[in-house]
């Protein structure tokens, strides 16, 4: 399995949270729009795995700029697509931000020998951050991580793992639509150690439906809204998680 190899993202992210009834309506109405992203075109179910290890600071910074509502803020995350570490698979240190109503994320690979020591952390007691700096492609993600990790002092808090089917507009290849679900956190300091027992079900039966476009949503979308009335919501992953976990709490 390849991901795509795009490591620059700018648009607009739009979410909505669907029971499974109404999702099911919903996808097989946008059938008619929409293609399965090649991707998944050899992937079970048609859908892939998608794991994120999120990194915040001791005041939870990321966490707050979220449910505050900040019109800009920003967070790091490794991401990879396999809960297996003896499986091949690409790691990413990933930056993602907020600026008004655009989504910029960046990403920068890291080194296939990242895995072995990744993997090991359970036995070295070494730190995550530290294997990323060594082993994360030169650039300006890698600067900015350094940056916070030192002057932050940010550190792993939680992972987020879901089943992601991904689709692409039949009309136009910069609008993108997934639907993420089996969604659950984990407190974990590394991508495959994790106390399997604190393993908890975020949002269980529902569906978050992601919609992602460069400069404007089409016609066709804007139906598929009024008819079955979806409302947008502000929704995190890494926020329902570690307010799942009990790591931090909303206070708006």
Not at 46 to 53: A, G, I, M, N
Not at 55 to 77: E, I, N, Q, W
């Given at each position: 399995m390849q991901p795509l190899t795009k490591t620059k993202f700018d648009r607009y992210e739009f979410k909505y949270l669907l029971p499974q009834s109404l999702r099911e309506k919903v996808e097989a109405e946008l059938g008619h729009f929409v293609d399965f992203d090649?991707?998944?075109?050899?992937?079970?179910?048609?859908?892939?795995?998608?794991?994120?290890?999120?990194?915040?600071?001791?005041?939870?910074?990321?966490?707050?700029?979220?449910?505050?509502?900040?019109?800009?803020?920003?967070?790091?995350?490794?991401?990879?697509?396999?809960n297996n570490p003896d499986e091949i698979a690409p790691i990413f240190l990933e930056q993602k931000g907020r600026h008004n109503n655009r989504v910029i994320k960046v990403r920068t690979p890291l080194a296939e020998a990242a895995r072995a020591p990744i993997a090991d952390l359970g036995s070295s007691g070494g730190e995550i951050a530290k294997i990323i700096m060594s082993h994360a492609q030169p650039g300006s993600v890698l600067e900015k991580f350094c940056y916070d990790y030192y002057k932050k002092n940010i550190k792993p808090v939680a992972l987020i793992d879901y089943q992601r089917r991904p689709y692409i507009s039949k009309l136009d290849s910069e609008f993108r639509l997934t639907f993420d679900e089996k969604l659950y956190a984990t407190p974990a300091h590394s991508l495959w150690l994790a106390d399997e027992f604190q393993r908890k079900q975020c949002v269980p039966g529902y569906t978050i439906m992601e919609v992602k476009f460069r400069y404007h949503m089409p016609a066709w979308f804007h139906a598929v809204v009024q008819a079955f009335n979806l409302e947008r919501v502000s929704i995190s992953k890494i926020v329902c998680g570690m307010k799942t976990l009990k790591i931090a709490e909303d206070l708006s």
């Open positions: 090649p991707f998944v075109a050899s992937q079970p179910d048609l859908k892939y795995f998608v794991r994120s290890l999120y990194f915040d600071d001791p005041a939870y910074t990321a966490f707050y700029d979220k449910t505050d509502g900040l019109l800009s803020r920003k967070k790091f995350r490794l991401r990879t697509y396999t």
